[in-house]
């Protein structure tokens, strides 16, 4: 097709930012993660040149926990991980689709990372600093959840760049004009389908957002000690931020591990949420949950729905799903989710890295997904176009995605029908990264009634209006 676009040039930088206050999610508390930013150049047939932009935390925490090995060797790793997979995107000199692209590239991403990872091991800057003897031979490779990270700026990018240099939005350019059916990817069954036929024809003008409520965040007001806070005018308790921004989705991020600690947890928020619900005459609420892989079995996250459906059938009744409750492995703990969805629906997070996890989680009984752009714009819609066609829910999660990528986050989700809104966490934890952003998109970044506004998405690529950020 002349829309096809050829790679020209790749090229990735790295900022790091630190946190306001830790982020607490399972047993990992964050407080810095260094930030990646793509630059790419493509051509199409026409001859027609553009660049586009992309970009992610490089959030190891989440990606590649780890008792042995150090933060700052992990995020090295990644950016080591960027700067390979830039140089293998650019090496790539046919013409096609970005989707195309990603996909032909990424069965080289696990060769690489075993690549990168064994030579930080070889020359000592990857090594165990607690819990390993030192001087017993050892080898580390991050989990392919982590090259997915490191890929998905360059990814976006390509989108970026592939609707500026055809002069669309990069969602009117996932049709027939522009590129092949789902069936390479998805089978015969989608033949003749397309991406586009299960996306919005706009974005929705506002979206609500979930506000993140980490497991070291306080609750009220007349918990924060004020000699332990930032002095930057932002509120420092969950209360000020409902009174704040209108929210009405809160995500809680529980232990998974402390039943009465969890299940007090959850109740107290639906309890302080009313409390100014009613103050402020607010809408109706809406929860969500997740221990980040932390329950030992599916029967733990039973026990609490169903002792907090005791105590509270409106806290019961206002929870949406849960994610994630088990480890990420799907094959090494194979639990039987069967029992547990007939209860709320809980979606597979940490464990989508692929198509064939996707599968495997509905053998098991998993309700449906969760999505995030950190895993790949191009995986992210097959994996939405193959759950719009089946019917499962899915959602729209976040990375703490500030910058461009909170920009890519709110666009895919107003473009297309998860349960509800999206998450986006930056303006809590890092809310400072974003400022050139938020210039051009400030109801974007800055809530109002709960809601982000789209209305500053415009021109081609990913709406993002490079020109005016700088």
């Known amino acids: 097709m002349q829309s096809d676009i050829k790679i020209l040039e790749v090229e990735a930088s790295f900022t790091p930012l630190k946190f306001r206050t830790p982020l607490k999610f399972g047993a990992v508390v964050v407080e810095d993660t260094a930030y990646s930013q793509v630059r790419v150049k493509v051509e199409n047939h026409r001859g027609e040149a553009a660049e586009g932009f992309g970009g992610i935390l490089l ?33 790539y000199k046919e ?36 819990g390993l003897d030192k001087s017993s031979p050892y080898n580390f490779e991050m989990p392919f959840l982590g090259a997915l990270i490191c890929a998905s700026p360059i990814d976006a990018a390509l989108h970026d760049a592939f609707g500026k240099v055809n002069e669309i939005s990069v969602y009117n350019g996932y049709g027939r004009e522009f590129m092949s059916d789902l069936s390479p990817w998805l089978g015969e069954e989608f033949k003749g389908k397309y991406i586009a036929d299960y996306l919005r024809k706009e974005y929705l003008p506002r979206i609500p957002v979930f506000h993140l409520v980490g497991g070291l965040d306080k ?24 009174e704040k921004d209108g929210l009405t989705c809160l995500k809680i991020k529980l232990k998974g591990n402390d039943l009465n600690w969890d299940i007090r947890r959850v109740l107290e928020i639906v309890k302080l949420s009313h409390e100014i619900k009613t103050s402020q005459n607010r809408g109706k609420l809406f929860f969500s949950g997740d221990t980040n892989e932390q329950c030992e079995s599916p029967e733990y996250l039973v026990e609490m729905l169903n002792k907090i459906k005791e105590k509270s059938p409106r806290a019961f009744e206002e929870i949406l799903y849960f994610e994630q409750p088990t480890e ?15 209860i709320k629906p809980i979606l597979l997070d940490e464990s989508l890295v692929n198509l064939e996890n996707f599968e495997r989680a509905k053998e098991l009984g998993w309700s449906g997904i969760a999505l995030k752009t950190c895993k790949g714009q191009s995986a992210s819609l097959i994996l939405m176009a193959k759950a719009s066609e089946e019917k499962i829910p899915y959602s729209v999660q976040d990375l703490t995605n500030p910058k461009l990528s909170l920009i890519q986050s709110i666009g ?5 029908n ?40 415009q021109g081609p690529g990913l709406g993002y209006q490079i020109g005016k950020i700088g």
């Open 412 to 416: 895919l989700a107003a473009r297309i």
């Open 219 to 242: 609750l009220r007001k007349n918990e924060v000690d004020e000699s332990d806070i930032p002095a930057d005018g932002l509120p420092n308790s969950l209360e000020e931020w409902i």
């Open 418 to 457: 998860p349960i509800k809104g999206v998450e986006a966490n930056a303006r809590q934890f890092i809310p400072f990264a974003s400022e050139k952003e938020e210039r051009v998109h400030p109801e974007l970044f800055q809530l109002k009634d709960g809601e982000a506004s789209t209305k500053t998405l």
């Open 328 to 342: 990420r492995d799907l094959n090494a703990h194979a639990f039987d989710l069967h029992k547990l969805s007939q």
């Open 95 to 130: 013409f096609g689709h970005p989707i195309e692209i990603f996909f032909n590239l990424e069965e080289k991403f696990k060769r690489i990372n075993k690549e990168v990872c064994n030579k930080l091991t070889c020359s000592g800057r990857i090594y165990p600093t607690r």
């Open 59 to 91: 959030s190891d925490g989440w990606a590649w926990p780890s008792k042995v090995i150090e933060h700052q060797q992990r995020e090295e790793t990644m950016k080591e991980m960027t700067k390979k997979l830039c140089r293998l995107f650019a090496s």
